[in-house]
């Protein structure tokens, strides 16, 4: 972290009526260096601290740059992208979607729709108003059905849907962030981002816990779906 103050450790006892797996879990969150951090810093969760991460090296997120956040809830991911998009006097756009509705979030259009519906695009279109997206994020998942190979086709599922919505409205040199599980992405899906984009890679930022199976797949340089490129006209 680039914080380095140093944590004390909270042990958690296990209330009557608690299960000892929501003990653990309560722990886990006391004792979380990034869970303390984005209190500090009023992030609404952890989770920004592995964007920041990942933009500090990929530099995905440019001032004046228009950033759709897939999956937005609770809204970490869109507070550090209007952060970053807003830091010059090229004015940005960051619209956060989400199932559940999210507190405001300044610098940030909110639409609680699913992206998958076509209600959605068109509300996302009357946004855009003819501009094209520099960025699309997706920190989606499922809900955990405690069965990883029902999960893992469950999220790649989400991934190769925020992956279409990616190729209809990104710029030439366009990039795409999506969360998938260990293993990474499926070579099917893989073959398809290496043709549309100049770059595909793997990342696990420090942020994510060390035990999750959580991993993220990052396109640069979008293409074309076709991969050969954009006309001048």
Same mark, same amino acid.
């Given at each position: 972290m680039r914080d380095g103050s140093r944590i004390l450790g909270v042990r958690v006892r296990t209330a009557k009526g608690r299960k000892i797996s929501s003990t653990r879990w309560l722990q886990r969150q006391l004792n979380d260096p990034y869970v303390q951090a984005a209190k500090r810093e009023g992030y609404r969760s952890r989770a920004a601290y592995k964007l920041i991460e990942i933009d500090d090296k990929y530099l995905l997120l440019k001032p004046g740059s228009v950033v759709i956040d897939l999956g937005a809830a609770p809204g970490g991911w869109s507070q550090v992208a209007a952060q970053r998009v807003?830091? !010059?006097?090229?004015?940005?756009?960051?619209? !956060?979607?989400?199932?559940?509705? *999210?507190?405001? *979030?300044p610098d940030?259009?909110?639409?609680?729709?699913?992206f998958l519906d076509a209600e959605a695009l068109t509300l996302l279109d009357g946004l855009l108003d003819g501009r094209k997206v520099d960025v699309v994020?997706?920190?989606?998942?499922?809900?955990?059905? !405690?069965?990883r190979q029902t999960d893992h086709i469950r999220i790649m599922g989400l991934c190769e849907a925020a992956l279409d919505f990616a190729c209809e409205t990104l710029i030439p040199g366009g990039a795409f962030l999506a969360k998938v599980l260990q293993g990474g992405a499926e070579r099917a899906l893989l073959d398809r981002m290496k043709q549309s984009f100049a770059t595909v890679r793997h990342v696990k930022p420090e942020a994510s816990r060390a035990d999750s199976a959580e991993l993220y797949v990052l396109a640069q340089g979008f293409r074309g779906e076709d991969g050969k490129g954009f006309s001048d006209g």
């Open positions: 807003f830091a !010059g006097d090229k004015p940005g756009l960051v619209a !956060g979607l989400d199932l559940l509705e *999210i507190d405001a *979030i940030v259009t909110l639409l609680q729709a699913d994020l997706s920190d989606m998942a499922a809900p955990a059905s !405690g069965h």
